[in-house]
Structure formats: structure tokens, C-alpha cells
């Protein structure tokens, strides 16, 4: 299974969440952009940590950065996995 990290201004408020998982949280915060302002899609950055069954020396990449992320319809995807 995929995992994901979620910050918000650099502050990781979610830890090892699976793919489900960060597309809900991202609607969510999408969500709460469109009706507050806050938070900016800029503020938030996904870091991709690698699957289950992977290596834990894999894992020491940065994963995407907000650069990295494109906005469809209020959801905040990586564009490379």
C-alpha cells in the first residue's frame, strides 16, 4: 500500500496516511480553501514515502513537493509516484 505524508506551512499534520486516505484529505482541504482561503494550495505539500513492501532506505527520497502537485477539480495529486 502507498503512503503519503500531508504538511500544512511545514508542519506534517498527517503521518503515513494510504492514497484513500490523502485524496479524502486533500478534498477536504480543497474544500475549506474554496469556503476560507486557508489553506493556500502553496501551504500544502504531499510527500510520497513508497509502499509497504518497499525498502526503508528507499524511503529517504524527498517525495513531491508543492511543485509537483497539480490541481484537478479541488484535489492536490502527485504528478510522479
Do not use: C
Request: proline residues 4%.
Amino acid at each position: 500500500m502507498e503512503k503519503y505524508d500531508i504538511y500544512v506551512e511545514g508542519v506534517k499534520e498527517f503521518s503515513s496516511v494510504d492514497e484513500e486516505e490523502m485524496l479524502d484529505i486533500t478534498q477536504a482541504l480543497a474544500d475549506e480553501f474554496y469556503h476560507s482561503g486557508y489553506p493556500h494550495p502553496d501551504e500544502i505539500e504531499i510527500k510520497y514515502l513508497g509502499t509497504d513492501d518497499q525498502d526503508s532506505d528507499w524511503l529517504s527520497g524527498d517525495g513531491a513537493s508543492n511543485k509537483d502537485l497539480l490541481n484537478r477539480g479541488g484535489l492536490f495529486l502527485p504528478l510522479n509516484r
